[in-house]
């Protein structure tokens, strides 16, 4: 009775919202690798059969998920985050490579990508060592132990080679925020990446000349006491070398197709056949579609092929070519709906445990949302982020379904867990 009375509590609204987003990314699968030859919705030799078995799968797990003691994820989170560095290594060591980075475990006919576990593994880590009831977070130790947690699997996951993974755990820093610490760390890492844009866009001198009016301008408002003039001084100094660094972090650091792939967000290149035949085709999809789309597998660029990785990190176009306008903006509010849900039942929550958890996972989908609609229409590099509950893949479908069923297994035992 008490597991029944549980399931019963949890937010309605934010499991409606998790099924629509589900639901609209099996249609779109569906549509983007349709087959007349093959019109079943349950054929495994399509993809999206393969989705539709996932999906079940989803969802007998997050039912499991309701049936297990709220408190248990909080207990062993440190094991769950011990587990994922461990495949992390794992997949070094024996791992497939796929597109370019060894990220993929091969099991088989089944293919886990660690990686994703590892952004849920330390979602809980964080939120289990923030949580606790001692822990200072303007102590330097607490401050040092909480980077160290998220920069950890990081740079497991940029040794695959998987840049567009490692960059999600960056996110973690606006848990951080919200927690009352890295608001300087964020600050940083925000300047530096509007200077390495402004160095790779205008000669590094031009740059140079922006940033030291700025620090006069500074110099010049500012109370000048001694340290004061030390401390701006110093990030002039550092703001300097880090406009000199660019140039060998861009051509040493990035492949040659991530530099590409710069270049043309830039406008410094034009690859329409090349690196940027991809992002090309997927901005011709988005906009056939016009206001109200071609319709319902009616998409010609869907139909035909035209746009490489369409059922995966490019399945925008598919909603775009065929929905319009109208079907974007129904998506964009969706996700939006989700993750404001989220972050309003993560303010509600009397543990912090379950607070800071759900800033985390909040985080995660604002990321890839952001970034793989981003790049779909040339805002942002193309770097293989899928869309939550929409890019075919049975890793990232699981351990999307499995954040968000955690959490709402968190918010429905609210009242019994502090």
């Not at 093959?38 to 996932?54: A, E, V």
């Amino acid at each position: 009775m008490r597991n029944k009375t549980i399931i019963g509590k949890i937010d309605i609204w934010l499991l409606l919202i998790y099924l629509a987003l589900v639901t609209i990314g099996f249609l779109s699968i569906y549509a983007a690798a349709y087959n007349d030859d093959c019109p079943h919705i349950y054929d495994l030799t399509q993809n999206y059969g393969k989705q539709l078995l996932f999906i079940g799968v989803s969802l007998v797990v997050g039912y499991i998920i309701l049936l297990i003691d709220a408190k248990f994820f909080n207990t062993f989170a440190f094991v769950f985050y011990a587990l994922s560095i461990l495949c992390l290594i794992l997949v070094l060591l024996v791992g497939s490579k796929i597109s370019g980075s060894t990220s993929w475990i091969q099991l088989g006919p089944v293919s886990f990508q660690p990686s994703e576990f590892a952004k849920f593994g330390t979602a809980l880590a964080l939120a289990h060592y923030l949580g606790k009831l001692d822990t200072d977070t303007r102590n330097r130790k607490t401050q040092l132990t909480a980077y160290a947690i998220v920069m950890f699997p990081m740079l497991f996951v940029l040794a695959q080679g998987d840049a567009g993974s490692a960059l999600v755990f960056f996110t973690f820093l606006l848990v951080l925020y919200r927690e009352g610490m890295g608001g300087k760390l964020l600050i940083t890492g925000v300047a530096a990446i509007v200077l390495f844009v402004l160095t790779l866009c205008f000669k590094k001198w031009y740059v140079m000349i922006g940033v030291t009016v700025i620090y006069g301008i500074f110099l010049w408002l500012m109370d000048r006491t001694r340290k004061n003039i030390i401390i701006v001084t110093t990030i002039l100094v550092a703001a300097i070398a880090f406009i000199f660094s660019v140039d060998f972090a861009f051509h040493s650091i990035l492949k040659p197709h991530q530099q590409t792939r710069i270049n043309i967000i830039l406008g410094k290149e034009q690859d329409i056949r090349g690196v940027g035949y991809n992002l090309n085709q997927s901005k011709i999809a988005i906009g056939s579609g016009g206001f109200l789309g071609k319709g319902y597998l009616q998409g010609t660029m869907t139909k035909y092929n035209f746009v490489p990785e369409q059922h995966t990190d490019f399945i925008f176009c598919t909603v775009g070519e065929e929905s319009g306008f109208v079907g974007c903006f129904v998506l964009i509010c969706l996700y939006l709906a989700l993750m404001l849900r989220v972050i309003t039942l993560a303010e509600r929550q009397r543990s912090p445990f379950s607070r800071i958890y759900g800033y985390g996972i909040a985080c995660i989908f604002f990321f890839h949302f952001a970034i793989n609609i981003g790049m779909t229409i040339g805002l942002v590099p193309v770097i293989g982020i899928p869309l939550p509950f929409l890019s075919y893949g049975g890793s990232s479908l699981l351990m999307f379904s499995i954040m968000i069923f955690v959490f709402l297994k968190q918010d429905a035992n609210r009242m019994n867990i502090l």
